[in-house]
């Protein structure tokens, strides 16, 4: 699958409905008048993440694999996979980017039907649906409307190459190298003092990677220059140099370079530098948590996250409410002199409710405040008016330095997520290795009958163990129990249909489920009631099939079995005897 990117250009337009109105041009206005053109500068400096959320939002509703290419004409369809729209800005300027998956790649016959129709697209079709819908901005009033094609003469869609060529950009890494010369000669004027040798080592081993059908010796070079462009640009070109001419002894991999380039400022000698590559130490640096929350699902991919993310819209509710009953409390001078602090607050709750995408560790690491509305806003407020809040998050969420300044959801004395969610995760893990052991001794018969109830634990396991994004008060509920699988897998079996439905089926019923006595609660949870011989005896099923209430297979089999145990056996002459005999 190879990926192609046609580019076009935007306008931006900004509406105020509340001045219009007062103005009386409210419904009125041409939406393309003047007077409320945006700066592409304005736009990139304030409302990127606006546009950026609704085109998610509206990629969303697309097909989730294909996009808009599931609308390409017919001879088409067979090369490109999918289409999705973004926003890329390059330097000043914004640009609508369709993003293209392809399976091979198109003729220049193709390339044009593919532009003529995403031209349609941009004025008729996606493009014209997208232009009319509003997008809120800021907590002002104002709507901001993005307008992807225009009819004049400035308007062009443009291929990778061809969008880099208008800007005077020569392609290095979205154009395959033709010959191992033009490799050789990029590199070279790359870096003026490159080593031959080292550049003529590294062809050779491309041919190498070729001819074991590693990699395509054109992906080594494209990639193998992209990264010395990268090193070059944030190392220096005497640093990429030195990277470089260590391939006289040993080549490196592109994933290498970047890693070698660090051991290089730092004074490692190219000895131990190849000695780290052999031995596969050149990894990059482990990822910041703001780093690697962009790998993990956000609320748009997760259902989990998205439900996570409720929960949280639902506390800052709570936060902004509770606020204002403080404001109302204080007289006027003195609410006036807070005005900062409320435009903070204000301008925090209408971020995290409205624009920011969530990733699982984000919303997890601010449901562990009592206020995280309060985080958000002083994080906005040690950043700076004048910045980006986008950075602010990141910033918020890369240092997580807020837990000795705000209050937690529990005391300082319990332990945190991460702590309970490993807990839960080491219990479940017992919990299936008992289930495990008392499977193993069914006979084949006792196999076939609890088949069903096995796959309901294993999937329940398999799902809360690694896919479930927990909150503190689900971990800890889990943990009162002594067999939450036991729980876990009984709403499995009887939960047919969406997950979801299951995960509210567990714990929306909390209360009910710890006072019930079905499930024996764990030891060392300081509300465990003494155990009873009941509860003794529910200890010893494993796992149940309805909520605890009525025996698992597995129950039933053993019980068979106890009871062939303890049945005297009757030897076969007695037994015909009792046929005959009416005194036995």
């Known amino acids: 699958m190879e990926t192609e990117k046609l580019y076009s250009p935007l306008e931006f337009y900004i509406h105020n409905p509340r001045e219009e109105e007062a103005n009386g041009e409210y419904g009125m206005y041409d939406l393309h008048d003047e007077r409320y053109k945006a700066s592409h500068f304005e736009v990139s400096d304030q409302y990127m993440d606006y546009i950026e959320l609704a085109i998610r939002r509206d990629c969303d509703s697309m097909d989730k694999t294909r996009g808009l290419a599931e609308y390409l004409p017919d001879e088409l369809q067979g090369k490109i996979h999918s289409i999705f729209p973004s926003i890329e800005q390059r330097g000043a300027d914004l640009y609508c980017a369709a993003i293209i998956e392809r399976t091979e790649a198109l003729t220049s016959d193709e390339t044009e039907a593919l532009k003529d129709w995403w031209s349609g697209q941009l004025s008729d079709g996606w493009g014209e649906g997208f232009e009319q819908r509003e997008i809120r901005v800021g907590y002002q009033g104002n709507e901001l409307y993005v307008v992807p094609w225009t009819s004049d003469d400035n308007f062009f869609i443009d291929t990778n190459r061809e969008f880099m060529e208008r800007h005077g950009i020569e392609m290095h890494t979205t154009e395959a190298y033709s010959s191992a010369q033009e490799f050789k000669d990029k590199m070279q004027k790359l870096l003026p003092n490159a080593s031959d040798e080292a550049i003529e080592r590294l062809i050779i081993y491309a041919d190498e990677l070729d001819a074991d059908d590693t990699q395509p010796k054109d992906t080594f070079f494209d990639k193998t220059y992209a990264e010395y462009s990268m090193v070059a640009n944030k190392h220096g070109v005497d640093t990429a140099t030195q990277v470089l001419k260590i391939c006289e002894e040993s080549c ?128 906005f407020e040690a950043d700076g008016f004048d910045n980006q809040r986008s950075d602010a998050m990141w910033k918020i969420f890369d240092k997580q330095d807020a837990f000795g300044d705000y209050e937690l959801v529990n005391d300082n004395s319990t332990p945190n997520l991460e702590e309970l969610v490993q807990r839960l995760h080491d219990r479940l893990d017992e919990n299936l290795n008992v289930y495990k052991r008392d499977t193993l001794d069914l006979s084949k018969e006792g196999l076939y009958y609890a088949a069903a109830e096995i796959a309901a634990v294993q999937q329940s396991y398999d799902y ?36 979801r439905d299951v995960v509210n089926a567990i714990f929306s019923g909390q209360e009910c489920t710890l006072g019930s ?68």
Request: glycine share 6%; charged share 25%.
């Open 517 to 584: 006595g079905s499930y024996e609660l764990a030891s060392d949870d300081p509300e465990s009631p003494p155990t009873t011989i009941n509860s003794q005896a529910k200890s010893n099923t494993i796992i149940g099939a309805g909520f605890g209430d009525k025996p698992s297979v597995l129950d039933e089999i053993r019980q068979a079995k106890k009871v062939a145990r303890d049945t005297p056996t009757i030897p076969k002459e007695i037994q015909t005897r009792k046929k005959t005999d009416p005194e036995l």
């Open 464 to 499: 809360f163990q690694g896919e479930h994004a927990y909150t503190t008060e689900q971990a800890e509920f889990l943990l009162k129990l002594q067999n939450p699988l036991e729980l876990l897998s009984d709403r499995w079996s009887d939960g047919i249909g969406d997950y």
């Open 252 to 379: 490196f991999n592109p994933w290498e370079i970047l890693g070698a380039a660090q051991l290089v400022d730092a004074g490692v000698p190219p000895n131990e530098i190849v000695g780290k590559a052999i031995n596969g130490e050149l990894d990059l640096p482990p990822l910041s948590p703001a780093q690697k929350a962009l790998y993990e699902p956000d609320m748009f991919d997760s259902k989990d996250v998205a439900t996570l993310r409720e929960q949280l819209i639902a506390r800052i509710d709570g936060n902004l409410s509770d606020y204002f009953d403080t404001l109302r409390s204080l007289d006027g001078k003195a609410i006036t002199g807070m005005s900062s602090e409320i435009s903070l607050i204000t301008e925090a709750h209408f971020y995290l409710s409205e624009i920011y995408n969530f990733h699982l560790s984000d919303v997890q690491y601010l449901l562990q405040f009592k206020n995280p509305l309060e985080v958000v806003a002083d994080g």
